[in-house]
């Protein structure tokens, strides 16, 4: 029942259309399905929807992200002209004019424009409801507006513009670089409750903005402390308690500070400026590519399986021990079709498609799962097959499951690299992009991507190129008295 409803879910998730999506994602939120996925990561020996769960993961990264893409227009969008009312409305603030008699409004709750298409511009509609999220539970928005204003300008800490940076270090910190490139092989219950973890830390940032009577200028460093703290609050997430984030995200700020110091000393200051994160978004995408299509090949050049048997299965059934227990299996090159022939024996296989007569679908595979089925009795050297017993999950196994089909193929690999390979090959070939089975595929995206960024910041650092914080655009042209050359001829 579980396996079918996450199933089901996830189909829905990869199949919603642009029209519907809105209302769909909504919906789900209203019945807080991300609440009872969570509940469901809490349960123990829940090994057959472990796979499904992982695959609501990544699509939850998928829907974080365009969410994050999405441009705020509160002209055109009712409902993102409503959430910016209610943050308002919750500060208590009134609209007035600054000394030049332009509009001040938004610039009371620390952003640096009035327009909020503008400022919202890196963080889309994500940014909006997580502030939205934060000023509706926060214990009192209005007073932490007013006590900042209270303040001289210079020592304000930013409100509107923390939230948003605090969205940029959560996404960073999940990977949240674009939709099917999600590298996860463990639970990320915190994740599922992004905007939950965004509240605290925002107040994490309020808190250390005040207790280290920092000023405008000092906007980096606080933000670097917080990427700090981000990092330690949500580590080991899959075996973490809520109140343990909790209490890491209410420390004292020079606790936090000698902590940072200490990482200082190890890791360099560069990894926490803008440019740099932007980098490492776009060297993330390069290498799960990159790993991608290595997978993939393996899946052209094809492998030996053993068809695997459920565990279930009566001792005298003549499943138990199929005529014909080896499987080979290989993708075709349009990447439609798994073709493969079952034989009784292992032999060797030509290139090309003529010696599998059998194929499978690709398109009806909607999840991959593991540790699905046991080896049969007398074919792998280390299976025994003792009288009366019951076989045992193959840690091997795997499974090929169809929405509407059930199982279309269980299948146990040689050994661990040939199950990564095909087990995530398999889901990056999926139209969703699935998610990463394997910590060893997982491990490698994480160390291309690192290797790859200390490689490019070693030739800036040759060069003494300081890197800023952020880009200032210049000014606009003085007239539009120009006009650009037709080069063609």
């Not at 995408?285 to 068809?307: M, P």
């Not at 079952?342 to 290139?351: E, T």
Request: aromatic fraction near 8%; include cysteine.
């Amino acid at each position: 029942m579980l396996l079918n409803s996450m199933m089901l879910i996830n189909a829905l998730l990869t199949h919603v259309s642009d029209e519907r999506w809105d209302e769909f994602i909504g919906e789900l939120e209203r019945l807080n399905v991300r609440k009872a996925v969570v509940r469901l990561m809490n349960i123990p020996d829940i090994e057959d929807v472990t796979s499904g769960i992982l695959d609501f993961q990544a699509n939850i990264v998928r829907v974080t992200h365009r969410k994050k893409t999405t441009a705020v227009d509160p002209d055109a969008d009712a409902s993102h002209a409503q959430a910016l009312r209610v943050i308002w409305e919750k500060s208590r603030m009134d609209e007035e004019l600054d000394e030049q008699g332009q509009v001040l409004k938004w610039r009371k709750l620390g952003f640096e424009h009035e327009d909020m298409s503008f400022e919202f511009r890196d963080v889309g509609v994500l940014g909006l409801e997580c502030l939205r999220r934060f000023v509706e539970t926060a214990t009192d928005f209005a007073v932490l507006v007013l006590e900042q204003s209270s303040r001289p300008a210079e020592k304000r800490c930013p409100i509107g513009k923390a939230s948003n940076e605090v969205v940029e270090l959560l996404s960073e910190h999940w990977a949240i670089f674009a939709p099917g490139y999600s590298t996860s092989t463990t639970f990320q219950p915190f994740f599922l409750d992004f905007q939950k973890v965004h509240s605290l830390a925002t107040q994490f940032f309020i808190r250390m903005w005040g207790e280290s009577g920092a000023v405008l200028a000092d906007f980096p460093r606080i933000a670097a402390l917080v990427r700090s703290q981000i990092k330690v609050a949500l580590r080991s997430e899959n075996v973490r308690a809520w109140i343990d984030v909790e209490r890491d995200f209410n420390c004292e700020y020079q606790l936090v500070r000698d902590r940072q110091m200490q990482e200082l000393e190890r890791e360099d200051d560069l990894l926490s400026k803008v440019p740099v994160r932007n980098l490492r978004a776009k060297l993330y995408k390069e290498s799960y590519e990159f790993v991608r299509q290595q997978r993939i090949q393996c899946l052209l050049q094809g492998a030996w399986f053993v068809i695997g048997v459920s565990p279930g299965a009566p001792p005298r059934d003549p499943n138990r021990r199929p005529h014909r227990p080896w499987r080979f299996m290989r993708l075709d090159n349009g990447l439609k079709y798994l073709h493969y022939v079952d034989s009784a024996v292992k032999f060797p296989v030509r290139n090309g498609l003529e010696d599998l007569p059998e194929r499978i679908d690709v398109s009806m595979i909607s999840e991959i799962g593991k540790n699905t089925c046991a080896p049969p009795p007398n074919v792998l050297r280390d299976s025994t097959d003792l009288p009366g017993s019951a076989p045992s999950l193959s840690p091997l196994s795997f499974s090929l499951l169809s929405t509407h089909e059930g199982s279309l193929a269980d299948l146990i690999a040689p050994d661990k690299s040939r199950w990564a390979d095909w087990t995530d090959g398999l889901n990056m070939l999926r139209r969703d992009g699935g998610h990463v089975t394997s910590s060893e595929t997982a491990e490698f995206v994480q160390a291309l991507t690192e290797i790859g960024l200390k490689i490019k910041l070693l030739d800036l650092s040759g060069e003494m190129v300081e890197i800023p914080n952020s880009l200032v655009a210049g000014p606009p042209p003085m007239n539009t008295d120009y006009f650009f050359s037709d080069l063609s001829g």
